[in-house]
């Protein structure tokens, strides 16, 4: 192993947590400071580099296929690292955080994966970055149980043969770690901290396991973002001693410009990479974000009239599906966000049709898995793939070659007949206002009317509000949308949610503190890249 990083870091406002110091030793923080010294610059040119791309998005209001990268693309020889045995048989994937319960409930569920999230199901306090790195590094111990005070209902892991392979997904670039920083007061990228402690602690014990350390690398924009992930895993297979390979990281397509990379992403991470996933809401966001003011052309309807068969979002899933097989990748769809009520029979009944339906289409159209939200979704998924995979662990030999998808296909937006309505408007300024709340109570996935939702619901719902304004959309019933509109609607939502849990608990919570900064990141002519940037200046802890 490498000699300790010369720049030791310093935990900064941070009220100490019980048994921190087993997730953070000197190793492992030497291991992490190493990884900011040599990457977090790279980093911040890739951020700025966003910046001047979207600049350049504003100017045409167009996105294509890179001149520069052809050759990647035509070259047919290629293909990704043979998947491991672990994630050779991905057809149904559990989402969600990591807090103690989630995590025996996710790797009991019968999922052949879960997606053990840091990022958007985890609002980042310094309590739940710590905390599930103790939750996980726990499971593979098989030292960890749960008892639900309310309840009494007590959780165990079952037989290691039983459980879901963990794929973990770090935050995103574009945050940072408040509470660790550099000796010159900087602080060290999310992404570095959530990973360089998870690979420390678990690489090698996941490899005795007969796994390894798999990730979801998620609002990845560009292959130079992907290729900035593949020299941090060299290096960090390299330092802690574990071969060359042992990593595996599917990229989640959820942003409108890595849409058009996707062969580019797969081959900058070919020794690392085990797939791509359809991520729809943030997807949808990226495209709002990058074309806001690309006038009517490029606005979206209500996000729930937009279906994964819109055209342009049946084009992002067939050229995903085709682009992963032509590579021998696996291709991973969408989320299923519902949440099962446990008091009304028929809109379950309703809510698992449409679900069955969903997977139906992406193991018709060729993916290998897919997502869900809970625990209850995973038999319907898993009916759905076995019924197309029968024995076989994955569909790559289906290689889509009827696909032709063009540039113009996957920014055909003007395509869908739906509109923007009132109802639509009310639905995203509910569901903006009531997850912030808890995201500010630190739950990054909320059940809020029978779905699960995290953040990327509330980028979606605040993007959509600041677009229609500044596009000068009229609703279904006439009316224009404007900021005095969005406020109106904001007002009467903050008094029928007190009225709804009563003025003690509505007091208790962050109601007004959520419903302001719903409007600021939705009136703001200054729009913010990420509405996580300004809630984390407010998040406590």
């Not at 890739?46 to 791309?53: G, K, V």
């Not at 990281?249 to 890595?258: G, S």
């Not at 809401?281 to 009517?296: A, E």
């Amino acid at each position: 192993m490498s000699a300790p990083a010369p720049s030791p870091l310093a935990i900064v406002d941070a009220e100490p947590l019980p048994r921190q110091e087993e997730v953070l030793t000197d190793a492992a923080l030497a291991f992490v400071a190493e990884l900011h010294r040599r990457f977090t610059p790279r980093r911040d040119e890739l951020l700025a580099r966003r910046a001047e791309r979207r600049a350049e998005i504003a100017r045409t209001s167009t996105l294509g296929f890179l001149p520069e990268t052809a050759a990647v693309r035509a070259d047919d020889s290629w293909r990704v690292a043979p998947a491991p045995a672990a994630l050779n048989d991905r057809r149904v994937e559990i989402t969600g955080p990591t807090d103690r319960k989630m995590t025996i409930n996710a790797l009991n569920s019968g999922a052949k994966v879960w997606l053990a999230d840091f990022e958007d199901a985890s609002a980042p306090t310094w309590e739940n970055v710590i905390g599930g790195q103790l939750n996980l590094t726990a499971a593979y111990r098989r030292a960890i149980d749960f008892t639900d005070e309310r309840t009494g209902k007590s959780y165990a892991l079952r037989p290691a043969e039983e459980l879901a392979t963990v794929v973990m997904r770090p935050r995103g670039w574009h945050l940072n770690e408040r509470h660790l920083a550099d000796e010159h007061g900087a602080p060290v990228p999310g992404a570095l901290v959530d990973f360089g402690l998870y690979f420390f602690h678990n690489a090698q014990r996941l490899i005795d396991l007969g796994k390894g350390p798999y990730f979801y690398l998620p609002k990845t924009e560009s292959h130079l973002e992907a290729r900035l992930w593949n020299e941090i895993f060299v290096f960090a297979q390299d330092y802690v001693g574990v071969p060359q390979g042992s990593v595996r990281a599917t990229v989640l397509i959820e942003t409108i410009t890595a849409a058009y990379e996707m062969e580019e992403i797969l081959y900058e991470l070919r020794d690392h990479a085990s797939g791509l996933n359809a991520g729809r809401w943030d997807y949808l966001f990226s495209i709002v974000k990058n074309f806001r003011d690309g006038g009517s052309r490029f606005v979206l309807p209500d996000r729930n009239a937009v279906t994964m068969t819109a055209p342009f979002m049946r084009a992002y899933t067939e050229l995903l599906v085709r682009t992963c097989h032509k590579r021998g990748a696996h291709a991973i769809g969408g989320m299923a966000a519902f949440i099962p009520s446990r008091r009304d029979a028929e809109v379950n009944k309703v809510a698992f049709e449409k679900v069955r339906a969903d997977k139906d289409r992406e193991a018709g159209d060729g993916f290998d898995g897919s997502w869900v939200a809970h625990p209850d979704l995973v038999p319907i998924a898993m009916e759905s793939f076995d019924k197309v995979l029968g024995d076989r662990p994955n569909q790559k030999d289906r290689l889509r070659e009827d696909v032709r998808v063009e540039a113009a296909d996957l920014i055909a937006i003007d395509s869908l007949e739906a509109k923007p309505t009132y109802a639509g408007l009310v639905n995203a300024v509910q569901v903006g206002i009531r997850y912030i709340e808890a995201w500010l109570r630190g739950l990054g996935a909320v059940a809020i009317f029978n779905l699960m939702e995290d953040a990327a619901t509330a980028e979606i719902s605040r993007s959509q509000i600041w677009q229609w304004i500044n596009a000068g959309v009229v609703l279904d019933n006439g009316e224009p949308v404007t900021a005095e509109l969005a406020r109106k609607v904001a007002a009467e939502e903050l008094a029928n949610i007190r009225a709804e849990i009563g003025d003690e608990a509505f007091a208790a919570g962050n109601w007004q503190q959520a419903h302001d900064l719903l409007l600021t990141v939705s009136l703001d002519e200054d729009y913010a890249d990420f509405l996580t940037l300004p809630a984390y200046e407010q998040l406590k802890g």
